[in-house]
């Protein structure tokens, strides 16, 4: 299962240029570790790939989401609230998201 969801994932990530054929045999090969799994690479933090905005929405809303890399979060503007990503991996379970609003009570204390 999970190799078929690579396969269908893969084209996404890789965008315009595709791997070589000697990786694409490696990264579709059945029975292959992750490289998160091999030593030397699970040690290099992970990035969140602008790419997959394309695919992703706030569940919440079902509206388009976008990555502020300067929080590693990703937003949704109309409901003021943050997801975070952790090793690359966007968590987007509404409960572990944060307000980025503040409470209204709290604007019109700091207004006056």
């Given at each position: 299962m999970l190799s078929a969801t690579c396969r269908r994932l893969a084209p996404a990530l890789w965008g315009p240029r595709a791997p070589s054929a000697v990786a694409r045999r490696y990264l579709?090969?059945?029975?292959?570790?992750?490289?998160?799994?091999q030593s030397?690479?699970?040690?290099?933090?992970?990035t969140f790939h602008p790419e997959l905005l394309k695919f992703l929405v706030c569940p919440l809303s079902?509206?388009?989401?976008?990555?502020?890399a300067s929080t590693n979060e990703l937003i949704n503007d109309e409901l003021g609230?943050?997801?975070?990503?952790?090793?690359?991996i966007p968590n987007m379970i509404p409960q572990a998201a944060r307000t980025t609003r503040q409470n209204k009570k709290q604007e019109e204390v700091e207004q006056h």
């Open positions: 579709l090969a059945p029975g292959v570790r992750s490289f998160a799994d030397e690479r699970a040690e290099e933090p992970r079902k509206k388009p989401l976008r990555y502020e609230i943050a997801y975070p990503v952790i090793d690359g």
